[in-house]
C-alpha cells in the first residue's frame, strides 16, 4: 500500500498552471498584488489538474498522537501520560485546536498511533454526532528510547505510515477538500529534530528547539540526545522508513503517510509546525513529487522547523511565533489559502468588468 500510494503521486499538471497564470493575469487587480496568494493558486491548480482548482472545503485536520521512549532522557519536563489527557480533552473540544477548528469550520479526527498510557475517558461518552472522532490504530504503547536502539521496527514504521494514508483516503472520501496536519505527543520535537537533522542534513544543534520550552541544561541535553542517536544509528536519508524506523515517531511516521495519500488523491495538505514539516521532509524523500501538494501554514518558532522549509522550498503562509502544534498553525493559515483559490472563482477579468488596463 505505501509502494502503490507513492507510485500514484506524480507532478503538477503544466497546462492548469499556465491557465491559472494567465488568468491572474486578467483579474483586476495590478499583476502581481496579491503576493504569495499567486503562485499558491497557481500551484493548486497544478495539484487538481483544472483552473481554477475546487475551493479547499470542507477541512479536515487529523491530530495523530504518539508517545517516545526516548522520554526517559529527560528532553521535556512534561509528564507522559500529558498525551492520552490531551486526547481526552481534544474529544471534549477544550484545546486550542478545537476553537481553532471551529472558528474555521474544520472536522476535528484525533488518531491514536501510538499512545503509550490508557486514555482518560471513555471516547464514545464524549463525541457527540458532529464532534472530533477517534481512530483507534495503535501500533505500540509509544516508540523505544531511540538513544537504546531503533525507536521504530520497520513493520511498526512502515505500519504507521499506512495508518496515515488510510486516514487521509477516509477523510478524501468522505468529501475532505482539504487536509491539515496535527500533532500530540510529549517529547515529539525530539525525534522531529533527530528527522530534520538526517533529512535536511543540518547539524543537531540547528535542528533542536526548545519545544514546550524547556532551560538551558534540558536544550543542552536533547541537543546531546539527538546527535548520541544520530551518531549511533547513522540512518540514511535514501532509505526514509529505516530513517522513521530509527529516530522517528509513531505520529511522524503517520503524518508522512497522511501527506503521501493526500498528493496521491491530489489533494493539498496544510502542514502546521516542526513536526509536521519533520514528516514532510520523509514524505517527500519517499516521493519527491508530493511536495507539489505541501502548502505551509505557519513558520514554527522551533528552529528546524526553518531548516526543513528551506530543504522543501516552501514558503509558510504566516508567521506568528506560535510553538504549540495540535495542527493550530495550520488552522490559523487556511483562510489564506481558501481566498488563494477564491480569488480564481470570483474576480472579475479587466474584460468581464470593463475595466482598462494600462
Ligand atoms: C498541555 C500541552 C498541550 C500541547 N499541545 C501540543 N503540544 C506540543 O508539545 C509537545 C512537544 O513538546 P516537547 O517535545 O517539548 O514535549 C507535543 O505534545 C506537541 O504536540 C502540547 C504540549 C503540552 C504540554
Ligand atoms: O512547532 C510545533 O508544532 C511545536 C513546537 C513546540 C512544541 N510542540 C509543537
Known sequence: MLESTVAAIGPLDEAAMVAARDLQGRLTKPAGSLGALEPLSVRLAGLAGSCPPPLPEPAAVAIFAGDHGVHAQGVT??????????????????????????????????????????????????A???????????????????TVGAALTRD???????????????????????????????????????????????????????GTGVDDETYRRKVDVVRGALDRHAPDPADPLGVLAAVGGLEHAALAGLILGAAARRVPVLLDGVIAVSAALAAAAFAPDAVGAM??????????????????????????????????????????????????HEVATFDSAGVAEK
Open 295 to 344: 502548502v505551509a501554514g505557519h513558520r514554527s518558532a522551533e528552529p528546524g522547523a526553518t531548516a526543513a522549509l528551506r530543504h522543501l522550498g516552501l514558503d509558510p503562509l504566516i508567521d506568528l511565533g506560535l510553538r504549540l502544534g495540535e495542527g493550530t498553525g495550520a488552522l490559523l493559515a487556511l483562510p489564506v489559502v481558501t481566498g488563494a483559490v477564491r480569488v480564481l
Open 128 to 146: 457527540g454526532p458532529a464532534g472530533p472522532r477517534l481512530v483507534a490504530a495503535n501500533v505500540r504503547p509509544g516508540t523505544r528510547d531511540m
Open 77 to 126: 519536563p512534561w509528564p507522559q501520560e500529558v498525551t492520552a489527557q490531551m486526547i481526552g480533552n481534544f474529544l471534549a473540544g477544550g484545546a486550542v485546536v478545537n476553537a481553532f477548528a471551529r472558528q474555521a469550520a474544520a472536522s476535528v479526527t484525533v488518531v491514536d498511533v501510538g499512545v503509550a498510557t490508557p486514555l482518560p475517558m471513555d471516547p464514545a461518552a464524549v
Open 156 to 210: 511498526e514504521a512502515r505500519a504507521a505510515v499506512e495508518t496515515g494514508i488510510r486516514v487521509a483516503g477516509g477523510l478524501i472520501d468522505g468529501g475532505a477538500g482539504i487536509l491539515l496536519t496535527g500533532d500530540m505527543g510529549i517529547g515529539n520535537t525530539t525525534p522531529a529534530a533527530a528527522l530534520i537533522a538526517v533529512f535536511a542534513a543540518v547539524d543537531p544543534a540547528a535542528a533542536t528547539g526548545r
